[in-house]
């Protein structure tokens, strides 16, 4: 089945700096890559995805890369904020599987000022 | 994004009781919904696919008999942990597929005393 390893598992930078937090998969066949933040106590919230058939994907300060070759992605957070600190999750979607996603393990991003 | 609501927000309960915990697509029609538990500290693991109708399909080393799921509209699913005990104490997650992208609710906390 599909596996996902996230890294790095902490992550600490200066307000203004860039993030990148890197995920890569196991199964090729896998065509759904989402992003998620999670503050303490909530739900994740969906702040990006990209799907097999697109190599980029950029929404303001958060951009997603995907090389299906590596079988890895990326997240780019430029500009970072103390609002950005909390875990974020990469997650993979394994093709014909009804839509499930199996999860990294998770980086915890804390953004000084 | 789509709105998915859970509720209870928390629940305390004492050990062999039963908790029902509810998930609601706001703003869509899900046939799809999922289940997940999170530990402190750790990633979302996935328990159960809910579809509307019919059964759901539980991971491996997921009790069926003890996580029951019943998806009865395209709106409302819900989770039934029976005789809960401490060990079932966690953060309980549901989320729902709206045009391919995956929500997730704000979670349940369940404590068993």
């Known amino acids: 089945g599909e596996n996902v390893e996230q890294h790095p598992s902490t992550l600490s930078v200066q307000e203004g700096d860039s993030a990148v937090i890197k995920c890569t998969y196991s199964?090729?066949?896998?065509?759904?890559f989402p992003w998620y933040k999670q503050e303490l106590g909530k739900g994740p919230q969906l702040i990006i995805d990209i799907r097999s058939n697109v190599g980029e994907k950029k929404d303001q300060r958060i951009a997603v890369t995907l090389n299906k070759t590596a079988k890895h992605f990326s997240l780019h957070i430029t500009e970072t904020q103390p609002e950005d600190s909390a875990v974020y999750f990469c997650?993979?979607?394994?093709?014909?599987?009804?839509?499930?996603?199996?999860f990294g393990q998770g980086t915890e991003l804390s953004v000084k000022p | 994004g789509a709105v998915v609501s859970q509720h209870p927000s928390w629940v305390i309960c004492k050990s062999g009781t039963s908790v029902k915990i509810e998930c609601r697509s706001l703003?869509?029609?899900?046939?799809?919904m999922f289940w997940y538990r999170q530990f402190p500290k750790q990633s979302l693991m996935l328990m159960a696919t809910?579809?509307?109708?019919?059964?759901?399909?539980?991971e491996q080393g997921v009790e069926k008999d003890k996580f029951l799921i019943n998806h009865a509209s395209l709106t409302l699913s819900t989770l039934t942990v029976t005789s809960a005990h401490p060990e079932d104490s966690s953060f309980y997650i549901c989320s729902a597929r709206d045009r391919g992208s995956q929500y997730f609710g704000p979670g349940t906390r369940l404590t068993v005393l």
């Open positions: 703003d869509f029609q899900a046939t799809t």
């Open positions: 809910s579809n509307e109708g019919s059964k759901a399909t539980y």
């Open positions: 199964d090729s066949a896998s065509n759904y």
């Open positions: 997650a993979a979607s394994p093709y014909n599987q009804g839509g499930k996603l199996i």
